[in-house]
């Protein structure tokens, strides 16, 4: 088996510490996994690392972390016997993220170079190795565990031979069903933004002004504390009318016309075209919501609302569908998807907080006065109304309440039997050398230490 680089992190914890081990010393080998070495330094390395990224560390770090990384080495010897290969372009969106997230953080491409002592392309180098192991091991688990199939059954079973203390406790959940309105924008107020943009735009095109500049000083996007840039993106990461424009840029001197999408009003400036990747700057303007049309928003959904609590032939269902202007629920009668879940069912704290609050006194059916929320995709005030459908107090779980909770549980573990099956007779079949002074642990898996 060749020698394979591993990371158990990806944070930013892990360039700092890689930025930091310059220096060539003679290493202390901790174990060998086939002809491939663990040393001290990697262990410790990566110890700092999980420390400066708050991961879950179980037990002692000496034993765990060794351990850890002779595991994934033999995911990523099994990846080599099985040609598992991963998309280029995939390993690239993921590493760009990256790369921009640093950049955010320490406020240039330079300064992520001097921070790390390194030129950018190793840095990128460092994260596109790390990332394709990662999306290698994954791989190799999910052709081991891919035919498993959960039937209620099997849930049932699980659960009834659940010892007691081992039943999760689920915190009170809540189903809600939402309706917004966008007040309008007044023409006023949009043409006000666009005469800015102009002018911002006539400033870089005659050279008395840096569009990065401009960028820090007015830009209400994420990205305006480092001048707009976006780092280099693919055009599906960018909204189609942003991304229409952005690509066919071939000038680094001259700004893109105004650009309207969902988020406000843009302009843009080509930095670098790499293939089907662009690095380009952005200023966004946010066209303003009057604080009368939040008003007429409010009273036309206090009128709604006493139509539905006085159930004058109109439902919240029939709320949602032909006044909501929420894309996310109009069509699903106003219910609210919890994205991390995939259920209709929200903890408190994952709800947004405006409908948190509006929630938290209501009984079932009945539904909430007008208020205003922030649109989390917009970052624009919308005034909203909405319907607590179910309260779900905090309890032990159970097969009526939390099934799809407690099905992601026998899958999961089920999936971990069969890759522990597999691991325990790897690490038989596989030449394991671990040296005094690291064998003394309690390993998750047996068998490390051989027989003589």
Same mark, same amino acid.
Request: charge should be negative; proline fraction near 4%.
């Given at each position: 088996?060749?020698?394979?680089?591993?990371?158990?992190?990806?944070?930013?914890?892990?360039?700092?510490?890689?930025?930091?081990?310059?220096?060539?010393?003679?290493?202390? !080998?901790?174990?060998?996994?086939?002809?491939?070495?663990?040393?001290?330094?990697?262990?410790?390395?990566?110890?700092?690392?999980? *420390? *400066?990224? /708050?991961? $879950?560390?179980?037990?002692?770090?000496?034993?765990?972390?060794?351990?850890?990384?002779? @595991?994934?080495?033999?995911?990523?010897?099994?990846?080599?016997?099985?040609? +598992?290969?991963?998309?280029?372009?995939?390993?690239?969106?993921? !590493?760009?993220?990256?790369?921009?997230?640093?950049?955010?953080?320490?406020?240039?491409?330079?300064?992520?170079?001097?921070?790390?002592?390194?030129?950018?392309?190793?840095? /990128?180098?460092?994260?596109?190795?790390?990332?394709?192991?990662?999306?290698?091991?994954?791989?190799?688990?999910?052709?081991?565990?891919?035919?498993?199939?959960? $039937?209620?059954?099997?849930?049932?079973?699980?659960?009834?031979?659940?010892?007691?203390?081992?039943?999760?406790?689920?915190?009170?959940?809540?189903?809600?069903?939402?309706?917004?309105?966008?007040?309008? +924008?007044?023409?006023?107020?949009?043409?006000?933004?666009?005469?800015?943009?102009?002018?911002?735009?006539?400033?870089?095109? /005659?050279?008395?002004?840096?569009?990065?500049?401009?960028?820090?000083?007015?830009?209400?996007?994420?990205?305006?504390?480092?001048?707009?840039?976006?780092?280099?993106?693919?055009?599906?990461?960018?909204?189609?009318?942003?991304?229409?424009?952005?690509?066919?840029?071939?000038?680094?001197?001259? !700004?893109?016309?105004?650009?309207?999408?969902?988020?406000?009003?843009?302009?843009?400036?080509? @930095?670098?075209?790499?293939?089907?990747?662009?690095?380009?700057?952005?200023?966004?303007?946010?066209?303003?919501?009057?604080?009368?049309?939040?008003?007429?928003?409010?009273?036309?959904?206090?009128?709604?609302?006493?139509?539905?609590?006085?159930?004058?032939?109109?439902?919240?269902?029939?709320?949602?569908?032909?006044?909501?202007?929420?894309?996310? $629920? /109009?069509?699903?009668?106003?219910?609210? %998807?919890?994205?991390?879940?995939?259920?209709?069912?929200?903890?408190?704290?994952?709800?947004?907080?405006? +409908?948190?609050?509006?929630?938290?006194?209501?009984?079932?059916?009945?539904?909430?006065?007008?208020? +205003? %929320?922030?649109?989390?995709?917009?970052?624009?005030?919308?005034?909203?109304?909405?319907?607590?459908?179910?309260? @779900?107090?905090?309890?032990?779980?159970?097969?009526?309440?939390?099934?799809?909770?407690?099905?992601?549980?026998?899958?999961?573990?089920?999936?971990?039997?069969?890759?522990?099956?597999?691991?325990?007779?790897? @690490?038989?079949?596989?030449?394991?050398?671990?040296?005094?002074?690291?064998?003394?642990?309690?390993?998750?898996?047996?068998?490390?230490?051989?027989?003589?």
């Amino acid at each position: 088996m060749k020698l394979k680089h591993i990371a158990l992190c990806l944070g930013a914890g892990a360039l700092a510490l890689y930025a930091a081990a310059q220096n060539n010393i003679a290493e202390e !080998v901790a174990w060998v996994i086939g002809d491939d070495p663990i040393y001290k330094s990697e262990i410790e390395q990566t110890y700092q690392e999980m *420390q *400066q990224d /708050r991961q $879950t560390i179980v037990g002692d770090p000496y034993c765990y972390i060794p351990e850890e990384m002779a @595991i994934e080495r033999l995911f990523l010897h099994q990846a080599d016997l099985d040609t +598992v290969e991963v998309a280029e372009s995939m390993v690239q969106q993921q !590493v760009d993220a990256q790369m921009n997230f640093l950049i955010t953080n320490l406020g240039s491409r330079e300064k992520v170079e001097q921070y790390f002592r390194k030129p950018f392309s190793e840095i /990128r180098e460092y994260y596109a190795t790390n990332m394709t192991n990662r999306y290698r091991v994954q791989q190799v688990k999910q052709s081991l565990t891919k035919n498993v199939k959960v $039937t209620p059954g099997d849930v049932r079973r699980y659960f009834n031979n659940l010892p007691q203390d081992s039943v999760p406790f689920v915190p009170l959940q809540v189903e809600v069903q939402l309706v917004t309105i966008n007040p309008p +924008v007044p023409r006023e107020e949009i043409e006000n933004v666009k005469a800015r943009l102009r002018d911002y735009a006539d400033r870089v095109n /005659r050279g008395e002004s840096e569009f990065y500049t401009l960028a820090v000083l007015y830009s209400e996007a994420p990205e305006g504390v480092r001048g707009g840039e976006l780092g280099f993106v693919g055009r599906g990461t960018l909204v189609p009318e942003f991304a229409a424009v952005a690509f066919n840029l071939n000038d680094p001197k001259k !700004v893109s016309k105004i650009v309207e999408t969902e988020f406000g009003f843009h302009i843009i400036q080509l @930095i670098e075209k790499r293939g089907d990747r662009i690095n380009c700057r952005h200023i966004l303007l946010r066209p303003k919501v009057s604080d009368e049309d939040i008003a007429k928003a409010i009273t036309r959904l206090d009128s709604v609302r006493a139509d539905i609590v006085d159930k004058k032939e109109l439902t919240f269902e029939t709320a949602a569908r032909y006044i909501s202007q929420d894309k996310d $629920t /109009r069509y699903s009668n106003g219910v609210m %998807m919890n994205q991390q879940t995939g259920t209709t069912q929200f903890q408190m704290s994952e709800l947004p907080q405006e +409908v948190a609050r509006a929630v938290a006194d209501l009984q079932p059916g009945e539904v909430s006065r007008p208020f +205003v %929320m922030k649109d989390p995709k917009r970052d624009r005030e919308i005034v909203a109304i909405v319907k607590l459908t179910k309260r @779900i107090d905090a309890h032990q779980a159970n097969l009526g309440d939390d099934y799809q909770l407690l099905k992601g549980m026998y899958e999961e573990s089920t999936k971990q039997a069969i890759i522990d099956k597999w691991l325990e007779k790897k @690490i038989a079949d596989t030449y394991v050398r671990i040296e005094d002074g690291w064998r003394g642990c309690d390993f998750r898996h047996k068998g490390w230490i051989k027989s003589k």
